[in-house]
């Protein structure tokens, strides 16, 4: 039977020193560069801690590689470290300035099985000289545990029997076969009954050879076959002798459970450690954690996958033993150190689910994990939710204005505060949780620490579209003013008001730059409407003098559509946008006035447009839904130019394919979509008409209604109806990989 062992995860740094360019070179006081190349070295320390916490020979490292990529571009993949000394180095190529990357450095043993991960989230600017980088997910390398993996008799009379263990590590084990009954000695019924197997490095199979005494009365008969390793770690396995008759005595063996996954991090001195366990037999799993050695306290029950510790001080290592066991009592134990390190594995979740007044986590391998009850995030329909992760904690908000965190476990996802009317745009900037909130007392900027006397308002303005850039957090205010914040009250100032009557909407960071459609506006009280729209591109540095109309789109103060959903791609903006000439159509900028312009007038009706939506970038080329008002809603990609601005696919030949709900995942864009003959199901596109196909037909009665297309951690997760209800999906872009999710 095969289990695992589990590597413990351990702080790494990566020392990241920035050069403008792709040359190199100093150039700090910049503000406008577009890439800079970085350095990523791997200490020695790092190797040297994997070996001391396993204690294994086999973790050495010979390969690190490295992967940087946003959530739609891929700027390295795969790229080799350079070992140089004891230390493993790499130069990046230029990397874009500005926006959020996920460094992702893997290690590999001589073996080719992957050692460790190290992750990092960031944005690159040009005034930080080194990041500290965690490790942040666990890959188990798979590993048989020592076993009986056979019982023999090898005479008629069933006197004579053999045990057959195979033990991987080639270490030595000791065993013992005791009786249920027969109190803590081993059973008298076997000679010899307990001793020392000798195995090594070219010896992983013994035969142990010993003598039965059967029971004179026919019935089953229970014992445990116990093996101990040197790190007092336990494999027992139960077997069932069945005597019939003298000669007639039949065995059977119930294999332990499977530790198949173990996670551990810290939290400001509270430790939470995690185990996943399977059966064979599929029976119902007990748990039981001891605390060996260590200052910190349990909490709570030890009787439960997860157990949590306080007063963890990262100079007193802890030592964990946790034993799980089946309704037969065949069981496997397991001891963890945490070696003193701050963070022994995140625990991040990567995306939150609710259904059926249900909380679940979706963790990064794939898991999905219960975690509470009573929390929903729609009133009637299940929904997916991306948290907010600061810390390797996940924060979120419910339906009922509650703010809320977790660790990824049932007893660490606790209520922070519930607010009055409504609590919304979390964000993270300079490692602060920032969010819009009314408690009763009216609107305003709060902040908060993860607890409830730590969860404060710090300015009493109405905050919307908040957004960090350059560790500054930036907002409006009542749809007049521009807002930054350094998460003091003192340091949460006005930067700028740009008009007294306007709505500032669908704010936008660029190169250190923000980006912002303006609508002013005039108000009718008599007859209580608007009279009339200017709508305005705007931007700023932050600065009062550096906040300024880059545009006036529409100046003939007619009634049109807002600035749309702002997306950086291949350093332009590109937006929706109504000027009153050509209705509402794509289109782009550079940043300046003059470099403000349409791209391309896909609809000729200028009292309509093509209306573009979900624009989004993948691979450098911006792909969105329009209406050209021949062939209705259907999918388009643009390159920036007029002649490169074309219909991607006619999906609905017959009608508006209605195409939405963009996701970009290993190079490929899902979205829904109905072609007339299949319904609203799930499609996939490569860019071409060839490549524009049904994922699956989810509902071949009807619709599948699909929504909340979320892209977490390489998988795609969804909300889809097959028929008998809506239920959480998830598909790797194939038909057979498209599958319901079961649910715990």
Request: proline share 3%; glycine share 8%; charged share 20%.
């Amino acid at each position: 039977m095969k289990n695992s062992k589990i590597i413990i995860w351990l702080i790494a740094i990566f020392s990241i020193f920035y050069f403008i360019g792709c040359g190199g070179g100093n150039n700090s006081n910049s503000t406008h560069m577009r890439s800079v190349k970085i350095s990523i070295t791997i200490p020695e320390s790092v190797t040297q801690k994997l070996s001391k916490i396993v204690q294994k020979p086999d973790t050495d490292i010979v390969r690190v590689t490295l992967d940087v990529n946003s959530s739609s571009h891929i700027y390295m993949q795969n790229a080799p470290f350079t070992k140089s000394g004891n230390n493993w180095v790499i130069a990046t190529d230029p990397l874009p300035v500005g926006e959020v990357l996920t460094f992702t450095a893997k290690a590999y043993n001589s073996t080719g099985v992957m050692v460790f991960i190290g992750e990092f989230n960031g944005t690159l600017t040009n005034t930080t000289s080194t990041i500290v980088m965690p490790l942040a997910s666990a890959n188990i390398q798979t590993e048989d545990t020592p076993r009986l993996i056979s019982i023999v008799f090898n005479n008629y009379d069933k006197t004579d029997i053999t045990f057959n263990i195979y033990n991987p590590n080639g270490d030595e084990l000791t065993y013992g076969i005791y009786s249920p009954t027969g109190g803590i000695f081993p059973t008298s019924e076997f000679n010899p009954n307990q001793g020392t197997l000798h195995f090594n490095s070219n010896l992983k199979y013994i035969s142990l050879n010993s003598t039965y005494t059967p029971p004179t009365t026919a019935g089953d008969y229970l014992y445990s076959f116990v093996l101990v390793n040197s790190d007092n770690e336990t494999f027992t396995t139960n077997f069932t002798i069945t005597v019939i008759d003298k000669t007639q005595v039949e065995v059977s063996i119930n294999n332990p459970p499977k530790i198949i996954d173990f996670n551990a991090k810290v939290v400001n001195n509270s430790l939470t450690a995690t185990i996943v366990a399977i059966d064979d037999s599929n029976d119902t799993l007990s748990y039981l954690w001891e605390k060996l050695d260590g200052s910190a306290t349990i909490v709570g029950s030890t009787n439960l996958p997860t157990i949590q510790l306080t007063n963890y001080q990262p100079s007193s290592p802890v030592t964990l033993k946790i034993t799980v066991s089946d309704e037969h009592n065949s069981s496997v134990s397991r001891i963890f150190k945490s070696d003193g390190a701050t963070v022994i594995r995140t625990l991040e979740l990567k995306g939150l689910y609710s259904e059926n007044n249900k909380l679940y986590g979706i963790n990064g391998d794939g898991r999905v994990v219960f975690l509470k009850n009573n929390i929903k995030f729609d009133t009637l329909y299940p929904k997916i939710k991306d948290p907010i992760i600061l810390d390797g904690l996940a924060y979120f908000t419910d339906i009922n204005n509650t703010l809320w965190k977790s660790n990824g476990t049932e007893a660490g996802t606790i209520k922070i505060k519930k607010f009055n009317s409504f609590i919304s745009d979390l964000t993270t900037s300079n490692g602060i949780l920032f969010f819009s909130a009314d408690d009763g007392n009216g609107t305003g900027l709060w902040k908060s620490d993860g607890t409830e006397i730590g969860t404060v308002m710090l300015k009493d303005i109405y905050p919307d579209n908040l957004i960090d850039m350059n560790g500054t957090l930036y907002c409006s205010h009542a749809g007049i003013e521009i807002w930054k914040s350094d998460g003091t009250e003192s340091g949460t100032v006005k930067v700028k008001r740009v008009g007294s009557m306007s709505y500032i909407g669908n704010i936008t960071e660029k190169n250190g730059i923000l980006y912002f459609g303006v609508v002013h506006y005039t108000y009718n009280s008599v007859y209580h409407h608007v009279n009339y729209y200017e709508w305005n591109l705007w931007k700023s540095d932050g600065t009062e003098a550096g906040t300024v109309m880059v545009k006036d789109i529409n100046s003939s103060r007619g009634r049109g559509a807002s600035i749309g959903s702002i997306v950086v791609l291949n350093d332009k903006l590109y937006f929706s946008a109504n000027d009153e000439i050509h209705g509402d159509e794509l289109w782009r900028s550079d940043g300046t006035e003059s470099g403000t312009v349409i791209v391309k007038d896909i609809n000729s009706n200028p009292d309509v447009g093509s209306l573009p939506n979900s624009l989004t970038d993948m691979n450098g080329i911006l792909y969105f839904s329009a209406n050209d008002g021949v062939h209705g809603r259907e999918l388009w990609r643009s390159d920036g130019t007029e002649a490169g601005t074309v219909m991607v696919k006619d999906i609905n030949s017959s009608g508006s394919a209605s195409v939405g709900g963009f996701v970009v995942l290993n190079n490929k864009l899902y979205f829904s979509a109905n072609d007339g003959i299949y319904g609203d199901e799930l499609w996939r596109s490569d860019g071409t008409e060839s490549g524009t196909v049904i994922v699956k037909d989810i509902n071949p009665n009807g619709d599948s209604n699909l929504y909340n297309l979320t892209n977490i951690n390489g998988t795609l997760y969804f909300v889809a109806n097959d028929g008998s209800g809506k239920t959480l999906w998830k598909s790797d872009g194939t038909e057979v990989g498209t599958v319901k999710v079961p649910l715990p």
